[in-house]
């Protein structure tokens, strides 16, 4: 109930393409769904984050789409860089609960 | 940009020892957590902490572990007596009111010897 599953776990795209990353949750209680993005030796950084009340966010060339029916939200990154190359971490909470996080997806994004 | 800090970035401990890590929050932050990631695998709660006291723990928080928020800006974890397996990258983190946005700091590398 409490997991966020997550996949692929790993991904390898050319520069320029859109890697997609899905995230799948069960509980119907979580509200708040962010991506974090991680690079070796770092902490986790928020990238963007998403509320069940849109179907779609965008920031930048990052943008998540959430479908609240399948209970799924995917990260997209457009025109990819191989500094994009990072692992990314899908999360979810509710209210003032701890976030739960997906098992990660290492991306590699070469030239 | 306000940001959450950990020290020691680096901390070599024998088995049996007792390991405080430290962490000081967000100024304006009043949710925070502990996490832990082993290498190469997931990001894993450890406890929750909020007006004052946990607000809830992992399985993995067990009797070794404790936390404290001593003056009320640092945030520390205490292991009490480390094992082999709590060698990890452990990460404090912040969020502010509303729960959401949380930052999380650079990590303190825990091995155990």
């Known amino acids: 109930q409490q997991q966020v599953k997550q996949s692929p776990q790993s991904l390898i795209v050319q520069k320029g393409g859109i890697p997609i990353i899905n995230c799948a949750y069960e509980n119907t209680a979580f509200d708040y769904f962010p991506w974090y993005q991680q690079f070796p030796g770092k902490g986790p950084a928020l990238l963007i984050a998403i509320r069940p009340d849109v179907s779609e966010k965008k920031e930048g060339r990052f943008t998540i789409s959430f479908n609240k029916s399948a209970k799924q939200f995917s990260l997209h990154i457009m025109d990819s860089q191989p500094g994009d190359s990072a692992t990314y971490f899908c999360a979810a909470n509710r209210g003032n609960t701890p976030f739960v996080f997906g098992k990660g997806t290492r991306l590699s994004v070469i030239a | 940009e306000p940001e959450v800090t950990q020290t020691p970035s680096h901390q070599v401990t024998q088995m049996g020892q007792e390991v405080i890590l430290r962490c000081v929050p967000i100024?304006?932050?009043?949710?925070f957590y502990w996490y832990r990631q082993i290498l190469g695998q997931k990001v894993e709660f450890l406890v929750s902490f909020y007006n004052n006291e946990i607000s809830e723990k992992s399985e993995i928080f067990d009797d070794q572990f404790s936390v404290e928020r001593p003056d009320g800006s640092n945030f520390t974890l205490k292991i009490r007596s480390t094992k082999l397996e709590d060698s990890a990258m452990y990460f404090c983190a912040s969020a502010g009111p509303r729960n959401t946005e949380a930052f999380f700091g650079q990590g303190t590398r825990l091995t155990v010897v």
């Open positions: 100024s304006n932050h009043l949710y």
